[in-house]
């Protein structure tokens, strides 16, 4: 089970860019799943974006053109680009990444992205 660290939260106006990272202690190069969550005040966590082997990426439709997950398994790390803010994207963002069937997935710390209007 790989460990996770986040980075790269703070606090941005509305339209602006952040780039999330995700550093994993071990391989993710063939990892099974590797998503990130968010969960606003008041809400129930929800997946923001997913990548799974065997499957197109996968989106919730509130950052549909706007957020873009990606990995470089050279460096061991899982991205969120996310493009054109919105006051409501405002939340702690988590990453988990499930390396295979036989291993649990993994959680990071969270990181909080705040966005004003």
């Known amino acids: 089970q790989v460990q996770l660290v986040e980075s790269g939260g703070g606090l941005v106006q509305a339209g602006e860019s952040v780039r999330l990272s995700c550093q994993a202690s071990?391989?993710?190069?063939?990892?099974?799943?590797m998503a990130w969550y968010r969960q606003a005040p008041g809400n129930q966590r929800e997946m923001v974006a997913r990548i799974m082997r065997g499957t197109n990426d996968y989106y919730v439709d509130s950052v549909k053109g706007r957020f873009t997950i990606s990995r470089d398994s050279a460096k061991n790390t899982v991205y969120l680009q996310m493009n054109s803010l919105k006051p409501e994207d405002t939340g702690v963002y988590s990453c988990?990444?499930?390396?295979?069937?036989?291993?649990?997935?993994?959680w990071g710390q969270g990181t909080q992205v705040t966005v004003s209007s």
């Open positions: 988990y990444v499930r390396t295979s069937i036989s291993v649990a997935g993994s």
């Open positions: 071990g391989s993710i190069s063939s990892a099974m799943v």
